[in-house]
């Protein structure tokens, strides 16, 4: 979850090949590793403590670089299409390796997953921090995408192992899904700090000391788990499915730049092939799945939910990308200062969630995600309104709250719909789907969102114009709103 992505308060969903199918595979389920019952609470803890912080450098990765983004446009002289790629680049190797993540953590040994992983992250921050130009830094965000999408699916099964079935598993979900809101509420303070402080690359160097500090303690603090017979995983049709989604993110980018149509329209055409051939080879010899159960896409919920994930998160993703820059760049804010004005987003999008999940009980999920959708379309209308000297108290701030609050709402429903008539031994899969639209929509929405803002010209210093962001933002909601309210009209069983 993928990589809670900006505002998102709930864990990522579990990996795609988490739960297990006894009649079909029986040495392939999980086996808990329980903490010992009558372990001392702080060593019961340490591996929630250990998962938790795995889980926070996804959603703290992308959060604490919101702010540093306008300084390192400013040092390469990098537009604002271009360095949207810090953020799509990232989104683009986590949406098109997520599904193959979780193959990993359910074939391999899980703690030798998650550390692979957490080393990659701390790889692509070293690159980025060190990069003499801005491209580097955008191999050592797709490192770190790459890294993030290996991480999260063992970070999730490991949870699921450690701790058995009751209230303790109730507390540790609860702790893991905290951890990654607070983790994305402190990267947005903590970024705009250190860049502050000590320059945009230092944000890169507290990424990779974070990414190894947690590599060692999950040494020491996790169990090794279990290696499981390993299941067959096609590389063909594996790589079709990967070659498919990041080929989609890429056109998207170059249909978006001026004179790029015809390259987009033929990497367009090349998605659409490998996708085909995945559809061809969707199955493994013994009628097992490969990485995606492809029966599962025509289940009405299932795709509701990656449409309107997809639609989500490319104007949740794409607008929270554009207001730093209109922060500092159009209201001269200080990278500090910009990400504290950005902090309500998450503190609004926590309180809602806590809301949500008592209304889902009573009110089901078409309700919430219909809402959710209005408000956060409503929330991203209002910066229309705000101008060069306009009071940060106002469009801004409204607008920061009622996105957030509509984020907070719909993401939740998202994830219910994403389930209805899925059999519960597929619910791992069908969460994937989700998560995968969600990583597709968070990689295409900051560079086209930053494409149609920087075709109406650009201000004095070089960046986006206050017109290019109003537009940007007024077909991001539009965006959401015809995309989005469709999707839903079908009633949804509770």
């Known amino acids: 979850m993928p990589a809670a992505r900006p505002g998102e308060p709930l864990p990522p969903p579990p990996s795609p090949l988490v ?18 019952p009558g ?17 926070g450098l996804d959603a703290g990765g992308v959060a604490i670089l919101n702010s540093a983004l306008p300084s390192m446009g400013a040092r390469f002289g990098t537009s604002a299409q271009s360095l949207s790629w810090a953020v799509t680049g990232y989104a683009l190797a986590f949406a098109g390796l997520l ?5 990993m953590a359910d074939r391999l040994r899980r703690r030798r997953v998650l550390v692979g992983g957490l080393v990659t992250v701390a790889a692509g921050a070293v690159l980025a921090f060190t990069a ?68 945009w690359r230092w944000v890169f ?12 303690a999950a040494v020491r603090w996790l169990p090794p788990g279990a290696r499981h017979r390993p299941r067959p995983l096609d590389p063909t049709g594996a790589g079709a499915l990967v070659t498919a989604i990041t ?12 004179g790029g149509g015809p390259l987009a329209g033929a990497t367009l055409a090349a998605a659409a092939a490998a996708g085909c051939l995945w559809w061809r080879r969707g199955r493994a010899r013994g009628g097992d799945a490969v990485l995606l159960d492809r029966d599962l896409l025509r289940l009405r919920g299932v795709r509701t939910a990656a449409l309107v994930a997809g639609a989500f998160y490319f104007c949740v993703t794409g607008t929270l990308f554009l207001l730093p820059l209109y922060l500092q760049q159009v209201r001269g804010m200080s990278p500090a200062a910009s990400g504290l004005a950005v902090l309500p987003v998450s503190l609004a999008v926590a ?37 060069e000297h306009s009071p940060y108290a106002g469009p801004v701030l ?31 899969t069908a969460s994937a789907v989700t998560a995968t639209a969600l990583q597709i929509g968070s990689g295409i929405g900051p560079t086209v969102l930053a494409g149609i803002a920087q075709s109406v010209g650009t201000a004095v210093g070089g960046g986006l114009s206050l017109p290019g962001h109003h537009l940007a933002y007024a077909v991001a909601a539009g965006l959401l709103l015809l995309v989005g309210l469709p999707a839903t009209a079908a009633p949804a069983r509770r």
């Open 99 to 103: 599904l193959w993540g979780g193959a």
């Open 247 to 258: 080929l989609t993110v890429l056109g998207a980018d170059l249909a978006a730049r001026p």
């Open 398 to 428: 409204a607008g920061l709250v009622v996105t957030g609050v509509g984020q907070g709402l719909a993401f939740p429903a998202i994830t219910v719909t994403g389930l209805r008539d899925v059999p519960e031994r597929a619910h791992g």
């Open 205 to 216: 160097a507290l990424q990779a000391l974070a990414a190894a500090a947690t590599a060692v």
């Open 39 to 55: 372990a001392p609470g702080p060593v019961r803890y340490l591996p929630l403590a250990v998962l938790s912080a795995a889980a």
């Open 19 to 36: 739960s297990c199918e006894p009649a079909r595979e029986p040495a392939a389920c999980i086996r808990p590793e329980p903490a010992a």
């Open 132 to 199: 003499p130009v801005f491209w580097p830094v955008v191999v050592g965000r797709v490192l770190q995408g790459a890294g993030a999408a290996v991480t999260m699916p063992a970070a999730t099964a490991l949870l699921t192992s450690v701790y058995a079935d009751g209230p303790m598993r109730s507390r540790a979900l609860g702790v893991f899904s905290a951890a990654q809101a607070g983790c994305y509420g402190a990267g947005l303070v903590l970024g705009g700090v250190v860049t502050g402080a000590f320059g």
């Open 351 to 387: 309180a809602a969630a806590l809301v949500s999940g008592r209304l889902m009980r009573t009110r089901g999920p078409r309700p919430l995600l219909v809402s959710g959708l209005l408000l956060t379309a409503a929330g991203v209308l209002l910066w229309c309104a705000a101008g």
